[in-house]
């Protein structure tokens, strides 16, 4: 059977998933993956407003917010915290707030944990991740300023 006679067969719809398998992409959830080695963020000083839609997530403990490089999470306590996006280990962006052992910065790429000021909480490939850049944070109303 020729491809066209099999594609045939299968009907429009598989014919399609087969022609244009990526058309929605083939990435993970993540559309901000990097290839590593991005300079830590330096210079940060912003202010983001809480009532804004994009910034929801931080209404809720645990929630957090990519902006500028940075990550800008509400803690399990309720505090706002911010660290730098950019792993300290070999600088992909993929830094986050994660809800485990009590709210902590992970990166997915090799695994790196690090506490909420910053501090590594485990090796990877047998060495110790230098410390995670953070940012201070102040509320005023609904206003916070994320800065160093
Ligand atoms: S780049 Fe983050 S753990 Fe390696």
Partial sequence: ???KQFLKSLGASAAFAIAFPCLHGCSSDNDEETEGNTPIPTGIDFTIDLDEPANAK????????????VVIARNL????VAAS??????GYEEVRFVDSDGGIFYCDV????????GAPLNQ???ATAKTLKIFKTELTGTMLRIYE
Avoid: I, T
């Fill in 124 to 126: 990877v490939d047998g």
């Fill in 58 to 69: 931080l209404a809720d403990n645990g929630g957090f917010v990519l902006k500028n490089l």
């Fill in 85 to 90: 996006q950019v792993c300290s280990h070999q």
């Fill in 77 to 80: 306590e309720g505090e706002f």
């Fill in 110 to 117: 090799h695994g790196s944990r690090f506490e909420q000021n």
């Fill in 1 to 3: 059977m020729e491809r």
